[in-house]
């Protein structure tokens, strides 16, 4: 089993910056492609980024792409999510989660999944 803890959220100015940390544990963190969704109220879960078992190759959803970064540190079963010049529509609920294949930017195909953390980003 695999568990995931996600932090960093919080209340931010648009234009500011928050980094978002998932700490994992159980099996081996680097077995598994790591990847940031969100979903604000209202609307469905949407993926956000991912990154592969190395770092070496990350995916982002058009709309975060030049704003946000993903990286991950192997050492300390840790994922991030870096996010700068923060718009109100990144308010959001912002989930990490754990999948054994690459590339799919879709949930449901997420294996394992932490509790979320509220970013809120005011105009």
């Known amino acids: 089993q695999v568990q995931l803890v996600e932090s960093g959220g919080g209340l931010v100015q648009a234009g500011g910056s928050l980094r978002l940390s998932c700490a994992v544990s159980g099996r081996t963190f680097s077995s598994y492609v790591m990847g940031w969704f969100r979903q604000a109220p209202g609307k469905e879960r949407e993926f956000v980024a991912a990154i592969s078992w190395s770092g070496g190759t990350t995916f982002y959803a058009n709309s975060v792409k030049g704003r946000f970064t993903i990286s991950r540190d192997n050492a300390k079963n840790t994922v991030y999510l870096q996010m700068n010049s923060l718009k109100p529509e990144d308010t959001a609920v912002y989930y990490c989660?754990?999948?054994?294949?690459?590339?799919?930017?879709?949930?449901?195909?997420?294996?394992?999944w932490g509790q979320g953390t509220q970013v809120t980003v005011s105009s």
């Open positions: 989660a754990a999948d054994r294949a690459l590339g799919s930017k879709t949930a449901s195909d997420y294996d394992y």
